[in-house]
């Protein structure tokens, strides 16, 4: 199975702070790599899917890149309800499909 | 709008057969594929499996032996059952729509593994 490293576990910032998040896979997965949000109580929200793509009504400040093994994933501007957990998550020609560790990012 | 919703078993025995729904509102099943993630504080997200819109699943191998995901289109329902449970298995288990990236989810069912 391909690993996921995802970086730092935590993070705390203020808002109008620029944020960046890391993943690394083991293996060259080319751009299959998405990334959620989570906040408590709920289920995750997709972002970004393929590496750099926006969701459809998420906000232009949110951005990823990245390509093969090393991903980031960038909020330009932090706003008041970002503060949440991120995740990436590849997925593979073949299964299974993983989610990295978390970044738990909070106000400083 | 897509909405998706789990059922709610709650408690389950050491040993017994773990059963959830999850019902499809706003999109058809036959038209997408339908996925199964859990999540707890040990275990982190995790995928569970998939059943495609044409019925072909394929599993997480750590749960394979275990796992089975079925449809039931009239319902408009997709369910996964995992057997031979242990308290390992406490989570909160999410329906999703997607294959390797998934766009809507259902709000999430706890479910405690527990005698």
């Known amino acids: 199975d391909i690993q996921m490293t995802q970086s730092p576990s935590s993070l705390s910032a203020s808002v109008g702070d620029r944020v960046t998040i890391t993943c690394q896979a083991s293996?060259?997965?080319?751009?299959?790599l998405n990334w959620y949000q989570q906040k408590p109580g709920k289920a995750p929200k997709l972002l970004i899917y393929?590496?750099?793509n926006l969701e459809t009504g998420v906000p232009s400040r949110f951005s990823g890149s990245g390509s093969g093994t090393h991903f980031t994933f960038t909020i330009s501007s932090l706003q008041p309800e970002d503060f949440a957990t991120y995740y990436c998550?590849?997925?593979?020609?073949?299964?299974?499909?993983?989610f990295g560790q978390g970044t738990k990012l909070d106000i400083k | 709008q897509v909405q998706l919703q789990e059922s709610d078993p709650g408690l389950v025995k050491p040993s017994e057969t773990l059963s959830l729904t999850c019902t499809v509102s706003?999109?058809?099943?036959?038209?997408?594929?339908w996925s199964w993630i859990r999540q707890s504080p040990g275990r982190g997200l995790e995928w569970i499996g998939y059943?495609?819109?044409?019925?072909?699943?394929n599993y997480n191998p750590s749960l394979k032996s275990r796992v089975t995901i079925s449809t039931d289109t009239a319902k408009n329902q997709f369910s996964l059952n995992l057997d031979s449970v242990t308290p390992a298995d406490t989570a909160v288990y999410y329906c999703?729509?997607?294959?390797?990236?998934?766009?809507?989810w259902g709000q999430g069912a706890l479910v405690t593994v527990s005698s």
């Open positions: 999703a729509r997607g294959l390797g990236r998934w766009d809507y």
């Open positions: 706003g999109a058809s099943i036959t038209y997408y594929f």
């Open positions: 059943i495609s819109n044409i019925g072909s699943t």
């Open positions: 293996h060259d997965i080319s751009d299959h």
């Open positions: 393929d590496a750099s």
């Open positions: 998550q590849l997925y593979d020609n073949l299964p299974p499909y993983t």
